[in-house]
């Protein structure tokens, strides 16, 4: 069972478009969604992260919309740069402890000159 | 800043070697963890320690182990390489403890190939 679901599975766009990546969650008791950036040849690294008592989160050019209700939320990345070509993991966990992330599968954008 | 260094940057081993995979961190973090990242199939967790000699099976053990002897350490132990076991493997470390703060820290990866 996939507990956390991206789409699309790749993504082309060009420079100055906005990106748009999206999750989809089942576990309810999920409260804390990351999303990670991986460049070619580097481990993941946290690019943002929402809890769910916001609708959105905005960081520069980087900005999270959560949806409790759908069990969604979405990276939105404007103005995509080719230094942002990368691939995109969306996460999730319920904080605690002994929590561990649930990761996506992780989509490839390619942001064209 | 946090560091998370893994051992190898690459591997190749043979088919039924038993292979070590080790991670370090320098943060005091708590949780320590490994994936293995396969096209298509996004970062799968194998097991995860929250703590010294404590250890806990992620989603895909079979065929792993691991040890946590040290605080900082925490190495992946392939018992009998085969070779769907070919993969890039992650090990990554978060704070933890009552907290719970989750960001995930990684270290840069092993490609191991086992041929």
């Known amino acids: 069972q996939q507990q956390v679901k991206q789409s699309p599975q790749s993504l082309i766009v060009q420079k100055g478009g906005i990106s748009i990546i999206n999750c989809a969650y089942e576990n309810t008791a999920f409260d804390y969604f990351p999303w990670y950036q991986q460049f070619p040849g580097k481990g993941p690294a946290l690019l943002i992260a929402i809890r769910p008592d916001v609708s959105e989160k905005k960081e520069g050019r980087f900005t999270i919309s959560f949806n409790k209700s759908a069990k969604q939320f979405s990276l939105h990345i404007m103005d995509s740069q080719p230094g942002d070509s990368a691939t995109y993991f969306c996460a999730a966990t319920e904080t605690g402890a002994n929590s561990k992330l649930t990761f996506g599968k992780g989509i490839t954008l390619s942001v064209r000159p | 800043d946090v560091k998370v260094t893994q051992s190898s940057r690459y591997l190749v081993k043979r088919t039924g070697e038993k292979v070590f995979l080790e991670c370090v961190q320098d943060m005091d973090h708590e949780n320590m963890f490994w994936y293995r990242q396969d096209p298509g199939l996004g970062l799968r967790l194998i097991y995860f320690?929250?703590?010294?000699?404590?250890?806990e099976k992620g989603d895909i053990p079979e065929g792993y182990s691991v040890s946590r002897e040290k605080k900082e350490r925490f190495s992946l132990i392939l018992e009998s390489a085969s070779t769907n076991q070919t993969s890039m493997y992650l090990c990554?470390?978060?704070?933890?403890?009552?907290?719970?703060?989750?960001?995930?820290?990684f270290g840069q990866g092993t490609r191991l190939t086992v041929v």
């Open positions: 990554a470390s978060s704070l933890g403890g009552a907290v719970g703060d989750t960001e995930a820290f």
């Open positions: 320690s929250y703590d010294v000699k404590m250890k």
